[in-house]
């Protein structure tokens, strides 16, 4: 179904492009706004957003706390109705309605690239303080379960359990949990241009210069929750990585806080608009059977960093080749964490003890097939499917699976739903050995 969408969000918007390049129009705003409707119009089909949702596509204006937001929206993936601002066609809608905000440029150059990261970077500054507000309600207890998962699977540690416990971690892993929270809640910005940077090293370097030219001038208000979570022009895209849907994070356990994608622009924006509609309405996606995964080239590293009593972003750019970006395969689809026997036998004491398993006794299981703890606990935490608490290794989800292939190779998910797509391509029985932990 998602392959589906794709392919008809794709062709709708080059036809309409291709309607556009044959009109004449001298008058720049008046083009600008045509691409801006087709941007509105693509989204807003039957085939991408579920119906029974009360969503639409609009344009118009934010309202946060009843103050309507001076900047123009292009278009606003919105719940509800708004208030028609005037006589116009557009519409004024609290923040807590917007899922999505989208910036639409017909041709994304350097000058508009900076013009759209300024315009979104405001508004998102804007809901940061609109969300701490909210706590002088007392009884405001914010969702932190989708960021909970992603900082555990970043760092390998627990989370906390309720928003207030924030205070309890040190202050890196405070911004970082913050930045989380943020990027789950607050609607995901989305640069849209139809025309612009033609290969994926050019668009990636003038992020970087945009961002090195910011930092020299202020160096204020360049965190992670600034940065849009898409820029996309020619089939190429900039993503943040923040686990709605992907989430970048290397074997250190550094956080690529933005990728770059190439060839399926189409496809990344639905799944970033999909996995928004999922959290806002807390619901499951009928993603159907696709397994393609993404291949992502990091391009920039957001670490958490204290330094001299102050807490910041130390970014971290990942410079690369136009030649290195064309060598990645771009047909890997997902499958399960392959396990050799030592792994295995930690998942089977976990299975009798809770779900927890504690650092002795995977020491005890490391010396039977003669390696160190550390070196089963590298393997472990490697496949970012388990984190520790205190003395102890649990997985990250409650719900995990074991599942053997026809060769005997034991596999290790917490992604169910992939793993069915997975056997049924493999013809495999759905014989899971499942563990369960009751939070």
Known sequence: MLEKASELLEKF???????????????????GSAYEEITKQGIDQEFIIPKGLNLKVVSGFISINGEMLPQQIDGMLVCGDGAQYGRTTQYIYPIDQI???????????????????????VIRHKYSKYFESKFQDPDFEPDISIASKHFSQITGRESPRYYSDIHSLSKPDGILFYALVQESLAPSSIIHGYGGYVTESGMRNAFL??????SEVSGHGLGVPSLPALVTTNKISIVKANGIPFLGVNKNRHWAALVSMRDNAARIMLEIIWSKISLYFKLGIPWGDDSQIENMAPLLYAIPLEKG???????????MKESELQKRDFSQEWEPEKIDEDMQSVFNRMLFSGGYIHLDDIAKIAENYNETKNELLDKLMGIFLFKQVGDYIRPICSTM????DEKGTKYLTSNLDSLDVWCDKRGLRKNYINLVIAE
């Open 309 to 319: 009593g102050k807490v910041g972003w130390l970014y971290k750019s990942v410079e």
């Open 401 to 404: 699976a074991m599942v053997s």
């Open 99 to 121: 899922l999505c905000i989208f910036e639409v440029k017909k041709t994304l150059n350097k000058s508009d690239y900076i013009d759209a990261f300024d315009h979104l970077r």
């Open 209 to 214: 210069d945009i961002i090195t030219e910011k």
């Open 13 to 31: 918007i080059e036809i309409e492009r291709q309607e556009l390049s044959k009109i004449d129009m001298p008058h720049m705003p008046t083009l």
